[in-house]
């Protein structure tokens, strides 16, 4: 049974550009959570999905960031015009339900 | 947000020493709690989960002080690759999905 898959591991981009981080949660997982992780810093909630529904995005910034979790496919976390300050570990992790959460690899957003 | 509070450390231990690292919550809701642990830059892993009292797994032990509103871990004859941040974890509420996330201890262990 694979575990959370998320990428790619590594993502570079220049300032303005788009960034896609993809997940694909583990098998019998329809719950998928965003979190980002700045240096020396502890993990930020961002966003929580299931199949087709943003359940809260209360820790996403309000532009540019977008994240979705269609029927089919893997969950998708969105940022357009990147800045420096985006820079950052971004995990995700899924859930059968319950507060379990099983990790990812992240990935890892620099821009230049 | 509700605020998870745990002291960075670092701890520098020597091998086979004990050691305990306290984490505070501010939501007095919160029912259940997690210890992960994360190496450095990898994803976090889930060590113990911490639904009473607390919760023994060999040479780990995860204690919860309601009254205080603290959890502990404490770690028996450390081992070298002990050495990682540990992640004291607590959700916002009762019924709540969401997990706020301490910044962790550091641990490292010496030969």
């Known amino acids: 049974n694979a575990g959370v898959m998320q990428n790619p591991r590594h993502l570079v981009r220049r300032r303005g550009q788009e960034a896609r981080l993809r997940c694909s949660p583990m098998?019998?997982?329809?719950?998928v959570y965003w979190y980002r992780q700045l240096p020396e810093e502890g993990l930020k909630f961002m966003v929580y999905?299931?199949?087709?529904?943003?359940?809260?995005e209360s820790g996403m910034p309000k532009e540019r960031f977008s994240a979705e979790f269609p029927k089919e496919g893997p969950s998708i976390l969105r940022i357009q015009q990147v800045v420096r300050g985006d820079s950052a570990a971004y995990f995700c992790?899924?859930?059968?339900?319950?507060?379990?959460?099983?990790f990812g690899s992240g990935t890892q957003l620099s821009v230049l | 947000r509700k605020e998870v509070e745990q002291d960075p450390g670092p701890f520098n231990v020597p091998e086979g020493a004990t050691v305990a690292f306290n984490c505070t919550y501010s939501?007095?809701?919160?029912?259940?709690f997690f210890w992960y642990r994360q190496d450095c830059r990898k994803e976090p892993k889930l060590l113990m989960s911490?639904?009473?009292s607390g919760n023994e797994d060999g040479r780990f032990t995860a204690q919860l002080n309601r009254a205080s509103q603290y959890i502990s871990l404490l770690i028996r004859d450390s081992k070298l690759s002990d050495s990682a941040t540990y992640l004291c974890?607590?959700?916002?509420?009762?019924?709540?999905?969401?997990?706020?996330f301490g910044k962790g201890t550091k641990l490292s262990v010496i030969p």
């Open positions: 992790a899924s859930s059968p339900g319950g507060k379990k959460l099983f």
């Open positions: 098998k019998g997982h329809s719950h």
């Open positions: 999905l299931q199949k087709e529904n943003i359940i809260d």
């Open positions: 939501n007095s809701a919160s029912q259940s």
């Open positions: 911490v639904y009473s």
């Open positions: 974890v607590a959700p916002d509420g009762a019924g709540s999905y969401q997990l706020t």
